[in-house]
């Protein structure tokens, strides 16, 4: 079987070493050594300031928005995973979407401005498959209407915008480290937070509100990693260059393909940022091709994924909102296995079977 991803896991003998150190010290959890460790590691690799590892990206995000006390209305996109819109409900906060760009596929600077009201606290756009936002355009909004901004990051490992990282952006940036992600820590989250004085109180937050001292100094809740998550973290930072450069040569693979393909449409890049080949998103002529293609990999035990299906705007517990764009490439859109270990030879199936399918409908 061939998923659209499978989980890096690093040479069992390295991550041995570090459970041999964990069971010496006894030290299993409670901002131990090696989330230390990892912590100073993400701070050079990522080039950013301060980061706080957690539990997972969902909870990052959920803690990021009651650190900037946020209330009534959040402005979001439709086109993410669903936990960008299930944690603002979650909190107590109504998502009001403001539709996509067709093309680069994120939220659209434009659409925002004119869903901006009296009740909107904060834009939370997604860096969608690692595609950096327009982030001047929601930056100068986000000041010309006093909004925090808070950037669902998840994707975004490693990515530059104009040479300074992405997660830079914002009163707060997330990312996730769950497996299925480029860099995982088993389950894992964080939080880059520029601002020092934000910073330090988050990091109060996440572990019960307790400061230095032990006392109770801010509302808090248990959102740490624990060390055996942040010695994988180290194990597959070791490795994380070569991890991107296997997934280039599957991406560059796919593209010599696809980039001429008058039946398929690719993401637009953003000209200022880098890529980090987290995913490959392939937009069919219509929802019968998808269907088609499904079907026809499936018959072959590949599984791509529908990412992301539907849109968020369709969701049980949100009012339904009109985002045409977001739906119409919700329902278009696949995302074709790509990952580490993943052989040039059966890329090449991959595509044979995508360009038949295209060939025939
Ligand atoms: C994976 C993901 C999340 C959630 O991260 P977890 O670590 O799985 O909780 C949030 N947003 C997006 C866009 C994601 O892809």
């Not at 939220?107 to 606290?121: A, L, R, V």
């Amino acid at each position: 079987m061939i998923y659209v991803t499978k989980t890096y896991l690093p040479e069992m003998k390295k991550y041995i070493e570090y459970l041999h150190k964990i069971y010496n010290s006894k030290w299993i959890t409670n901002n131990g050594e090696f989330v230390r460790e990892l912590e100073n590691k993400l701070i050079k690799y990522l080039g950013v300031k301060n980061i706080l590892l957690v539990a997972n990206g969902t909870l990052a995000l959920q803690i990021a928005y009651k650190a900037l006390e946020l209330s009534g209305e959040v402005i979001t996109t439709p086109f993410s995973f669903v936990a960008t819109t299930s944690s603002l409900v979650w909190e107590g906060l109504t998502p009001v979407f403001a539709d996509i760009d067709s093309d680069t596929l994120n939220i659209d600077p434009k659409i925002i401005e004119n869903k901006i009201s009296k009740q909107t606290s904060c834009i939370v756009p997604t860096h969608v498959f690692g595609n950096g936002c327009d982030v001047e355009s929601i930056e100068k909004l986000s000041k010309q209407y006093n909004l925090k901004v808070i950037y669902d990051g998840a994707h975004a490992f490693g990515i530059q915008y104009k040479n300074n990282s992405i997660l830079n952006y914002g009163d707060i940036s997330i990312i996730s480290f769950h497996a299925t992600k480029l860099f995982h820590t088993i389950e894992g989250g964080a939080l880059i937070i520029n601002n020092d004085t934000l910073y330090e109180k988050v990091k109060m937050m996440i572990n019960f509100g307790l400061n230095s001292n032990d006392e109770v100094s801010v509302l808090g809740i248990n959102a740490k990693m624990n060390e055996f998550e942040a010695a994988m973290g180290l194990c597959v930072l070791e490795d994380i260059d070569r991890i991107i450069e296997n997934r280039k040569k599957i991406y560059d693979y796919y593209m010599d393909y696809l980039v001429n393909c008058s039946h398929v449409k690719l993401q637009k890049h953003n000209e200022f940022c880098n890529m980090n080949y987290g995913y490959f998103p392939v937009v069919f002529d219509s929802e019968e091709v998808v269907k088609i293609v499904i079907d026809k990999l499936k018959d072959h035990q590949i599984i791509p994924r529908r990412y992301f299906y539907p849109s968020l705007d369709k969701l049980p517990y949100v009012k339904s909102s009109d985002s045409p764009i977001s739906n119409d490439i919700a329902s278009r859109i696949l995302c074709l296995p790509i990952y580490e270990a993943l052989e040039l030879k059966e890329s090449e199936r991959i595509i044979n079977l995508i360009l038949n399918c295209i060939k025939s409908s």
